[in-house]
């Protein structure tokens, strides 16, 4: 036998119950707040992500998987569904918003895996476009958390929230941060050295002890807010004390895409380890990037599928997952094998769960496998019983069984 794995990184979900309830729930959460499903490509123009995440980024730096052109153009497997989403508002004709829309699928990261980390991952990616107002972030980080809490039952879990202020209060901020870190440019290591000069808010993400010790000193960005970005983080702080909503403020958490302003966050999990976001957002604006004349100011956030079921899993707060019961029928020999799929057909349109065991073997060997299966009754139809339009119905549980007309077989079963 020739054994051809999954791609490192990747697996094969053999049950995917939890992620499709998790999927539902999200989904009727979403439309019951007046969010529109929408679908995008998985595959995207090269130049999307170059543009709109960042070049400078992990994500569109290292972790691509470019598609061999065939034409000039470069193509990829998108990574994230923010700029996707934001393209098709552009194409889609709609002229304002604020356009409440979640897509979910399939990304691709080229990342080192881990636990909680995969190279295709699934997400389910919320946006509210062109929506200028901070009342939005308010109204979409209680709508995450709501969800989280009250229909995932999730205990323990920490929002972590912190402002990015606008471009220009970011770029005083950056120059104070190069400047404190090429005063201490021998102690940090040689990432965020390179970081440094490409990107230095990135170097608050470094995982090296000495490079976080040195940092906890470094200039806060937070320190640089004007008194309308500030009035905003405030207001934001304590419309979320009011909803209910707790969080702490993480004045060093950046995010690892380059599109955000204003406020951004992460929901986080000890139950995941190292890779503990199991959601991440915040505000953007990708007008810049794509030489739009006004400024399309938005807020989203995406939730790793994977992530979530993992917590749900190892906490052992999966939703209930069962399944109703199975019939199975048993014809007995070839030629009843059409009258076992008809009588099947009934059981179905009448929303029963029924499965016919179509190879032959003896009763005792079907009945094995109806054991296997898990079926909550077996169907058996004997050439004697069908010359009399009848058929034996037994409960796997009790043994228990009875011999009834095939036209009375489903008030039998209700
Ligand atoms: P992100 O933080 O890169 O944000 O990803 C969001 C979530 O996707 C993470 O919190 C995590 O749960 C999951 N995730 C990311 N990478 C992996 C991976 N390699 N394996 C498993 N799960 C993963 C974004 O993608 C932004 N587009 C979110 C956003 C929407 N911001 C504004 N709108």
Not at 29 to 50: K, M, R, S, V
Not at 63 to 75: A, H, N, S, W
Not at 181 to 202: F, G
Not at 273 to 300: M, T
Request: aromatic share 6%; hydrophobic share 45%.
């Amino acid at each position: 036998m020739v054994k051809i794995g999954p791609v490192r990184g990747t697996q094969d979900l053999l049950d995917v119950r939890l992620e499709k309830k998790i999927i539902d729930q999200l989904t009727a959460h979403l439309l019951l707040h007046n969010f529109q499903q929408i679908q995008t490509p998985i595959i995207e123009t090269l130049e999307l992500f170059l543009r709109c995440v960042g070049q400078e980024t992990d994500v569109v730096g290292k972790e691509m998987f470019l598609l061999e052109p065939r034409d000039e153009e470069k193509l990829c497997l998108r990574p994230e569904l923010t700029a996707p989403t934001f393209r098709a508002f552009l194409n889609s004709g709609v002229q304002s918003g604020p356009w409440k829309v979640f897509a979910h699928g399939p990304m691709f990261r080229y990342e080192r895996p881990q636990k909680g980390r995969w190279r295709q991952f699934e997400q389910f990616n919320v946006e509210n476009i062109d929506a200028q107002d901070i009342t939005h972030d308010i109204a979409l980080i209680s709508l995450l958390d709501r969800v989280f809490r009250q229909i995932f039952k999730l205990q323990t879990y920490i929002l972590q929230l912190n402002f990015l202020g606008t471009a220009s209060e970011r770029q005083l901020h950056r120059a104070a941060l190069v400047e404190f870190l090429s005063a201490q440019q021998q102690q940090i290591c040689h990432t965020c050295q390179v970081r440094m000069h490409a990107n230095p808010l990135r170097c608050f993400d470094c995982k090296v002890e000495s490079c976080q010790q040195i940092l906890e000193q470094a200039p806060l960005l937070l320190q640089f807010l004007t008194a309308d970005s500030q009035a905003q983080w405030q207001q934001l702080q304590q419309a979320l004390q009011l909803l209910d909503v707790n969080f702490v403020i993480n004045p060093r958490l950046v995010r690892g895409l380059d599109y955000y302003n204003g406020v951004v966050f992460e929901f986080q999990s000890m139950a995941l380890g190292a890779q503990n976001a199991f959601c991440g957002g915040g505000r953007y604006d990708l007008a810049i990037p794509l030489e739009l004349r006004k400024p399309v100011p938005s807020i989203g956030a995406a939730i790793g599928i994977g992530r979530l079921a993992l917590i749900l899993r190892e906490t052992g707060l999966q939703p209930d997952l069962t399944l109703p019961p199975l019939y199975l029928i048993l014809p007995m020999t070839a030629e009843l094998k059409i009258l076992g799929l008809m009588l099947a057909r009934q059981l179905q349109a009448a929303e029963l769960r029924t499965d016919v065991l179509l190879d032959d073997c003896s009763l005792s060997n079907m009945l094995k496998k109806a054991n296997r299966l898990q079926a909550a009754k077996v169907l058996i139809i004997g050439e004697q019983e069908a010359a009399q339009n009848q058929i034996i119905v037994k409960d796997m549980l009790t043994g228990a069984q009875q011999v009834v007309l095939q036209a009375e077989l489903l008030q039998a079963l209700q």
